[in-house]
């Protein structure tokens, strides 16, 4: 699987929209850009995937640059409910049924009331 | 719908010790698999299986075997538990073409 970069950590307010980049820069045009979060004692938690037109969900947006060389997960309005690790993955659909998930170590977000 | 179910919780073992654990599902996926994660760490895949009757490695197998025992169920299995091996386990399952994962979880595992 092609190698994602996300930032350890960051911090947002209760109540306001959060933006988490993440870079692919060899992404290939096979590659689907799955989401995923771990909240604390949890285990991982799928969000959101696209591949190259932006996507919306009941728990996010994901805004796919052009070029498809980095990607944005949106949660439009924090709760502290939102606080986990979040995980940018690449998973490669060109052989059905044998894709797997290569985590990375993920952008840890805090939450503030 | 319970989704997928880990057991057990929590288990110590003694090194050179074997376990079994078990991971079901109740989604009629084709595909499970066997991550595990270290503290701080993402999660690393131990092996998967993409149907009933096929197993394969994924980047951490060593010291690890696994049952896709039929569609529902897949264990794993530690032979002679080492410390290394003091991990949580998570298990998933997903429908095939590269779609969702869905996790349990997991096990929490010391070895002493």
């Known amino acids: 699987d092609a190698k994602t970069t996300q930032p350890n950590s960051m911090e947002s307010n209760e109540e306001e929209p959060v933006h988490l980049p993440c870079n692919h820069s060899?992404?290939?045009?096979?590659?689907?850009i799955h989401w995923y979060r771990q909240l604390p004692s949890q285990g991982p938690e799928y969000v959101i995937h696209?591949?190259?037109s932006n996507v919306n969900n009941r728990m996010a947006s994901l805004a796919i640059a052009e070029d498809r060389k980095s990607s944005t997960l949106i949660l439009h309005r924090a709760t502290l409910r939102d606080a986990a690790v979040y995980y940018c993955?690449?998973?490669?659909?060109?052989?059905?049924?044998?894709?797997?998930?290569?985590f990375g170590k993920g952008t840890m977000l805090l939450v503030s009331p | 719908n319970a989704g997928v179910t880990q057991t057990p919780k929590f288990q110590v073992l003694k090194t050179g010790q074997s376990m079994t654990l078990q991971c079901a599902q109740d989604?009629?996926?084709?595909?499970m698999y066997w991550y595990r994660q270290d503290p701080g760490m993402g999660l690393r895949l131990i092996y998967y299986?993409?149907?009933?009757?096929?197993?394969d490695k994924g980047e951490v197998p060593n010291g690890y075997n696994v049952s896709r025992l039929n569609k529902r169920e897949f264990s794993l299995r530690l032979e002679s538990a080492a410390p290394s091996q003091t991990s949580v386990y998570f298990c998933?399952?997903?429908?095939?073409?590269?779609?969702?994962?869905?996790f349990g979880p997991g096990t929490r595992l010391t070895v002493t």
């Open positions: 696209g591949l190259t």
């Open positions: 989604m009629n996926h084709n595909s």
């Open positions: 998933a399952s997903g429908r095939d073409r590269g779609r969702e994962q869905y």
């Open positions: 299986s993409a149907s009933e009757g096929t197993t």
């Open positions: 060899t992404i290939s045009g096979t590659d689907y």
């Open positions: 993955i690449l998973r490669d659909v060109k052989y059905p049924g044998y894709s797997t998930l290569t």
